[in-house]
């Protein structure tokens, strides 16, 4: 597929994001400490009618509209899993963004999310280049 | 900024996983765009639809931004200074570090709050849930730890 419908869709996704306020450092840092349950609202929602959705495209469609098989399965598990999670909760906070947000706020003109932005390459690079080959994440995931 | 309520937004997003997938085929992800950033002096791999995906979140951003009344253009989050009591250069270190803990923890975990909390839970993924058990708990650990350190809760 044309590279314009990803961005499109980025677009799109980079839109919810910002409406849902996840973009929000207030709304991330109320998260964690329960004093603002909006995310969590969020999120539920979010993971009920991605499961719904999911569940029906798996019963009508095994193709997708550009031609090819859908292709969404589980993540699969292994022993880094819950300390990269960690890890992962400690830069959320930090940061009050994630990867996607982090992005979606450059948008929103929030300059300084380029060093949060920046920070995530420099992670994602660094784990790259330290993981041994058999824990090394496919870049698929 | 007027935005939506929590459950229209749970709905859009949730909506996008199975729509998405319907269009192109694919499972929506956004870390993994990352290591393509990385490798964007290579050839462009199977995976590079990602980067795309990536590029396109600004402009979504700056859309919403649109049409709540901006986009307001800030160098540093006034939120987080009152949160935490950083500012300036100290707090861009420290965006920067939390996002090098998210960049690096992502490739450990093998995804990120969309692609393990969102896509990964909707199936049911027990790599998933482990996974955002740990965002959760690595969150709530690093803000309370924050706040102490900033001197005490406010």
């Known amino acids: 597929m044309k590279p314009v419908v990803f961005l499109s869709a980025g677009a799109l996704f980079g839109f919810l994001l910002s409406q849902a306020r996840a973009t929000d450092y207030a709304a991330i840092h109320g998260m964690f400490k329960l004093t603002d349950l909006h995310l969590f609202g969020v999120i539920g929602v979010a993971i009920a009618t991605a499961a719904a959705g999911l569940a029906l495209l798996r019963r009508g469609a095994s193709t997708a509209l550009n031609g090819e098989r859908i292709n969404v399965s589980p993540k699969p598990y292994h022993k880094a899993v819950f300390a990269g999670g960690l890890v992962f909760g400690v830069g959320w906070a930090l940061s009050g963004a994630c990867p996607g947000t982090a992005l979606a706020q450059l948008g929103e003109g929030k300059l300084y999310a380029l060093a949060t932005v920046s920070g995530v390459v420099l992670g994602t690079w660094l784990r790259q280049r330290l993981a041994s080959p058999s824990v090394k994440p496919a870049r698929a995931s | ?154």
């Not at chain 2, 462009?44 to 307001?72: D, M, T």
């Open chain 2, 1 to 154: 900024m007027e935005t939506w309520p929590f459950w229209l937004a749970g709905l859009g997003i949730g909506a996008f996983v199975p729509l998405f997938a319907l269009t192109t085929g694919k499972a929506l992800g956004i870390s993994s765009g990352y290591s393509e950033m990385c490798a964007i002096t290579k050839p462009a791999s199977a995976e590079r639809w990602k980067l795309w995906f990536a590029l396109g979140l600004p402009l979504g951003g700056l859309a919403s931004a649109l049409l709540g009344g901006g986009p307001s253009v800030s160098t540093s989050s006034a939120e987080m200074t009152s949160a935490l009591g950083v500012s300036g250069a100290a707090q861009l270190l420290l965006l920067a570090l939390g996002g090098a803990f998210i960049g690096y923890g992502a490739r450990m975990a093998g995804g990120c709050t969309s692609g393990h909390s969102i896509v990964g839970i909707a199936q049911g993924a027990k790599s998933s849930l482990i996974a955002t058990i740990g965002f959760m708990a690595g969150g709530f650990a690093a803000t309370w730890i924050a706040i102490l350190l900033a001197g005490g809760a406010q």
